[in-house]
């Protein structure tokens, strides 16, 4: 009988280990996930004492070239998909916008267009609000957005969509299914900026790519009209094009 438990142990290990070595990101997340399981829960409070300081001492500097205090009266992130690039913005006291830093996006699965359906892949495309803020996520830490919002489920009523989808953050880590991946210290500076300014004070934009480049627009096989690219009928294009 002892034989047989130190036998299933050494198998156990022996494939803990080969799970380990050959996929080490999701190991990481699998022991993430028991830690959290096992450990004090954060709070939102907490997990400002735990790296507040040091958000404060990182970003400091980047306020201070925008001439804004910080933390500021509230926050816009504009994501673009095609470049994996998150660039913050924030209000000066005249209520003007500057943007303060940029911060290059570590995963986003999926190509440009919009998130039709669970399972998808895709990062949504939009502007959303912060809903909460999840300190014991299993990413660091993390935002979650509004997704879908009152457009999203109106444009899956018009299209005969149901399951939408949802669980869509911005967070830390490297990896993501849906999500925006930013990094551990990229995502624990975002949520601070949003637990002091407030949730209700952070919009988040993400787009396909930078309109305001010059010559940047839709691919044909998107966008037949060029430019109402959020209308029904080109987000009926989109899906057929690519759910044929």
């Given at each position: 009988?002892?034989?047989?438990?130190?036998?299933?142990?050494?198998?156990?290990?022996?494939?803990?280990?080969?799970?380990?070595?050959?996929?080490?990101?999701?190991?990481?997340?699998?022991?993430?996930?028991?830690?959290?399981?096992?450990?004090?829960?954060?709070?939102?409070?907490?997990?400002?004492?735990?790296?507040?300081?040091?958000?404060?001492?990182?970003?400091?500097?980047?306020?201070?070239?925008?001439?804004?205090?910080?933390?500021?009266?509230?926050?816009?992130?504009?994501?673009?998909?095609?470049?994996?690039?998150?660039?913050?913005?924030?209000?000066?006291?005249?209520?003007?916008?500057?943007?303060?830093?940029?911060?290059?996006?570590?995963?986003?699965?999926?190509?440009?267009?919009?998130?039709?359906?669970?399972g998808d892949r895709q990062v949504p495309e939009g502007i959303?609000?912060?809903?909460?803020?999840?300190?014991?996520?299993?990413?660091?830490?993390?935002?979650?957005?509004?997704?879908?919002?009152?457009?999203?489920?109106?444009?899956?009523?018009?299209?005969?969509?149901?399951?939408?989808?949802?669980?869509?953050?911005?967070?830390?880590?490297a990896q993501s299914i849906g999500c925006l991946a930013m990094g551990?210290?990229?995502?624990?500076?975002?949520?601070?900026?949003?637990?002091?300014?407030?949730?209700?004070?952070?919009?988040?934009?993400?787009?396909?790519?930078?309109?305001?480049?010059?010559?940047?627009?839709?691919?044909?096989?998107?966008?037949?009209?060029?430019?109402?690219?959020?209308?029904?009928?080109?987000?009926?294009?989109?899906?057929?094009?690519?759910?044929?």
């Amino acid at each position: 009988m002892l034989k047989k438990f130190v036998f299933t142990l050494l198998i156990l290990t022996f494939l803990g280990v080969g799970f380990a070595l050959f996929f080490s990101s999701k190991a990481a997340i699998v022991m993430d996930y028991f830690k959290l399981k096992i450990t004090q829960k954060y709070s939102v409070n907490d997990r400002l004492t735990q790296f507040g300081t040091a958000v404060q001492q990182r970003l400091a500097a980047d306020f201070q070239q925008a001439g804004i205090a910080l933390p500021p009266a509230a926050i816009t992130l504009l994501a673009f998909k095609d470049s994996k690039r998150l660039e913050l913005y924030a209000a000066d006291p005249t209520g003007a916008w500057r943007q303060v830093k940029a911060y290059p996006i570590q995963a986003a699965s999926g190509i440009p267009g919009p998130k039709l359906r669970e399972g998808d892949r895709q990062v949504p495309e939009g502007i959303y609000n912060i809903e909460s803020l999840n300190p014991n996520s299993l990413f660091h830490v993390s935002l979650r957005l509004n997704y879908p919002n009152a457009f999203d489920r109106a444009m899956g009523a018009a299209d005969g969509r149901e399951n939408l989808g949802s669980d869509i953050m911005i967070h830390g880590k490297a990896q993501s299914i849906g999500c925006l991946a930013m990094g551990d210290e990229a995502a624990e500076e975002l949520f601070a900026l949003a637990a002091w300014v407030g949730k209700e004070n952070v919009r988040v934009v993400i787009a396909p790519t930078d309109f305001r480049q010059a010559g940047r627009k839709f691919p044909l096989k998107m966008c037949l009209c060029g430019q109402q690219h959020s209308t029904r009928s080109c987000r009926l294009n989109w899906r057929n094009t690519h759910n044929p």
